[in-house]
C-alpha cells in the first residue's frame, strides 16, 4: 500500500479513506494519531494491526465536539464540566459506555471507553467531514516512543497505512492526560499537559498514584502494563545536574558507545565527539522534543547507552519523567553504586 501524505489543503481527501474504512495518522497537540472509523469494527481493527497493539489494548474514541460523545457515553456532570474547562485539549476522559453503541474492539471489551476532544483544528475538521469519531492511539509501532512528526509516524508505518494528514511537528510533545471519571474518586491514569493542580478547583481531589498500576495487577489503563517508549539503546536518567560529570566519566568507561539527551546548558559539558540530542532550553521544550530525541538515537544505532537529564516531576514535569522512567525502564544513574 502506497502511504499518501495529505496537506492541509487535501484534508477531504484524508477523510474520504476514513469513511471509506482506511487508517490515516493525524496530528494532535499531542502526538500523532493513527486514526480510522471508529464506528467500524474491522476499520479499527486495521489500528490495531498496524500498531501490533494487543487486542485488550482499547482505544480512546477522537471526537470533533462534545455531542459525539454523548451518542455513545454517559456523559456525568463532573466530566462535563471537565469538558467545559479543558477541550478542546490534551485531556482524554473516560466515562461509562452506553451498551451496545461501541465496538468491543474499540473498547477491548471494558464497559467504558476513553474519549478526546483534541485542541488541533485540522483534526477536528477531518472528523467532522468524515461524520464520524475515530480511533486515535498514538501514532507509533507498540512500545515505541509515539511519533510527534509525521517523519515519525512514516517511520514506522510507511507502507502499512494509507495516508498522514501532514500538519508539521506536535506542539506538547507527550499524550494528553487520562482521567478515569468512572472511578471515585477520579483517577489520573497518565499524567499529562493538563496537571492534578489545574483538575481540583474543579472536580476536587483526583488520585494520582501510578503505582497501583503495576503489571501483575488488573491494570487500570490497560497501555500502562506494556512496555513502552523504549529505543535501542538503554536509557539512564541522571537525577542531579551536580551528578553530570561523574555520570559522564562512567559512561567512557563502559564498554559501548555512549550519546546524551539533555538542555543545552548540560551538553556543554560534553566532549564534542559524544552523539548529542538537544532537548532544547528547559521542560517545555525538552516534553517537546522527548520522543523526537528517543527516536534519533534509533537512527545512530552505534549508541547503546543514552543519558538521559530529569526534570523534578511536578506539573509538566510528571509527565515528562513519566515517559523518560518507562523508556529507560526506570534506570536511574547511582553515584554511589556505579
Ligand atoms: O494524546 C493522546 O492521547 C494521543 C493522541 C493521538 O490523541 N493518543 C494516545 O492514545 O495516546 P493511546 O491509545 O496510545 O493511549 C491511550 C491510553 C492507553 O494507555 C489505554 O490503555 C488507555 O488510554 N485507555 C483507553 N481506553 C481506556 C479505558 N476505557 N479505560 C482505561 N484506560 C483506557
Ligand atoms: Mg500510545
Redesign the pocket.
Known amino acids: 500500500m502506497e502511504t499518501k501524505v495529505f496537506s492541509k489543503e487535501e484534508i477531504a481527501d484524508a477523510a474520504a479513506l476514513i469513511k471509506a474504512g482506511e487508517v490515516v495518522a493525524f496530528p ?1 497537540e ?4 493513527l486514526g480510522a472509523d471508529a464506528t467500524d469494527p474491522t476499520a479499527a481493527e486495521k489500528v490495531f494491526q498496524a500498531k501490533h497493539r494487543p487486542a485488550d ?4 474514541v ?1 471526537v470533533a465536539d462534545p455531542a459525539m460523545v454523548a451518542k455513545f457515553a454517559t456523559i456525568t456532570p463532573a466530566a462535563k464540566q471537565l469538558m467545559a474547562a479543558f477541550w478542546p485539549g ?1 485531556l ?1 476522559i ?1 466515562l461509562p459506555i452506553i451498551p451496545g453503541k461501541l465496538s468491543m474492539i474499540v ?1 477491548g471489551g ?1 464497559q ?3 474519549f ?1 476532544m ?1 485542541a488541533n483544528a485540522l483534526t477536528r475538521e477531518l472528523i467532522t467531514l468524515a461524520g464520524r469519531p475515530i480511533v ?4 507509533n509501532l507498540s512500545g515505541k516512543p ?1 511519533g510527534t512528526r509525521p517523519a515519525h509516524v512514516l517511520h514506522d508505518f510507511d507502507g502499512a497505512i494509507a495516508g498522514v494528514l501532514d500538519d508539521g511537528p506536535t506542539q506538547v510533545g507527550v ?2 492526560t ?1 482521567i ?1 471519571m468512572t472511578a471515585n474518586p477520579p483517577a489520573i ?2 499524567p499529562g499537559e493538563i496537571t492534578a493542580a489545574q483538575l481540583e478547583p474543579i472536580i476536587g481531589p483526583v488520585q494520582t498514584d501510578q503505582h497501583k498500576v503495576g503489571a501483575n495487577e488488573t491494570p ?5 502494563k506494556y512496555k513502552h517508549y523504549a529505543p535501542n539503546a538503554q536509557v539512564v536518567i541522571v537525577d542531579h545536574p551536580a551528578d553530570w560529570p561523574l555520570a559522564l566519566q562512567w559512561a567512557v568507561k563502559q564498554s559501548a558507545p555512549y550519546g546524551v539527551l539533555a538542555t543545552d546548558e548540560l551538553l556543554t559539558q560534553v566532549p564534542a565527539a559524544v552523539p548529542t540530542y538537544s532537548l532544547g532550553e528547559d521542560l517545555t521544550s525538552a516534553t517537546h522534543n522527548l520522543f523526537a530525541g528517543l527516536r534519533w538515537f534509533d537512527l545512530h544505532p552505534t549508541v547503546k547507552l543514552i543519558l538521559a537529564e530529569a526534570f523534578s516531576p511536578t506539573g509538566l514535569g510528571a509527565a515528562y519523567m513519566n515517559r523518560l522512567n518507562k523508556s529507560a525502564g526506570n534506570t536511574h544513574f547511582d553515584r554511589d553504586t556505579q
Open positions: 494532535t499531542t502526538v500523532y494519531g489494548n482499547p482505544l480512546i477522537t490534551p482524554t473516560i473498547t471494558l467504558t471507553a476513553a478526546r483534541p486515535g492511539p498514538s501514532a509515539s499524550e494528553s487520562v478515569d491514569l497518565r487500570k489503563a490497560p497501555g500502562m
